[in-house]
């Protein structure tokens, strides 16, 4: 295991278009958490997950977002109708309890 | 206010120099990381501590709990170490929670 990966890492997508994230955390996790990092802030919670169980969302996360890990291993985030707004880095993250945190690379979201 | 609060925002130095950054917390915590992150988005994580002083090369982290603060000092800095740095703990809610990050310019 190589540690916490997320696909794409880039996307660029027309506003309006929905979108869908992956974050394949490390294997033995059984946390894993979704944080938005705009341009020049430290990231910001979304959700988390323990096993498949999603026990937190934020405000931030608006209806248009949903998140899933279905088997309690990989997860998926996605955005309905993407608004310009929602360009940012996603940041996926997995640890055992609280454990370090190991964060993937990120996934870069353009809406143009 | 935020919860976690970092300081300086940015910092520049010339190479050699000794960097300090740090980090306040107002909730209770179990433990905080120090994370950097390089222009392009990855996520590293440096210390996880939840006491006392933890040392790697040339980056020194220490925790003060009943003060509700961190420090992480690099001695001899190198451009190399040019990145954001990041101060994160783990909060009763069960989730990290992120200071804004220091942006840290070593000039050769």
């Not at chain 2, 003060?64 to 009763?92: F, M």
Request: charged share 20%.
């Amino acid at each position: 295991d190589t540690g916490v990966s997320q696909d794409p890492r880039h996307k660029i997508t027309k506003r309006g278009q929905n979108v869908t994230f992956r974050c394949d955390p490390i294997s033995e996790h059984n946390r894993l958490y979704w944080y938005r990092q705009t341009l020049g802030q430290g990231p910001e919670f979304l959700t988390y997950f323990q096993n498949e169980a999603q026990l937190e969302k934020s405000r931030l996360l608006s209806d248009r977002f949903s998140a899933e890990r279905p088997k309690g291993s990989f997860s998926t985030l996605e955005i309905q109708r993407t608004e310009q707004g929602d360009s940012a880095m996603y940041l996926c993250a997995s640890s055992e309890g609280q454990a370090g945190a190991f964060f993937g690379q990120g996934t870069r979201l353009t809406v143009v | 206010k935020n919860e976690v609060e970092q300081s300086p925002q940015n910092l520049t130095a010339q190479e050699g120099e000794f960097i300090t950054i740090n980090c306040s917390y107002s909730v209770g915590i179990s433990a905080l990381h120090w994370l950097q992150q390089h222009p392009g988005g990855g996520i590293v994580s440096l210390f996880m501590l939840s006491s006392g002083k933890k040392k790697h090369g040339r980056l020194i982290a220490t925790i003060n709990i009943q003060e509700k603060h961190s420090s992480l000092h690099i001695t001899a800095s190198h451009p190399r170490d040019s990145a954001v740095y990041i101060c994160a703990v783990w909060g009763g809610a069960q989730k990290l929670v992120f200071g804004q990050g220091t942006r840290l310019t070593i000039n050769p």
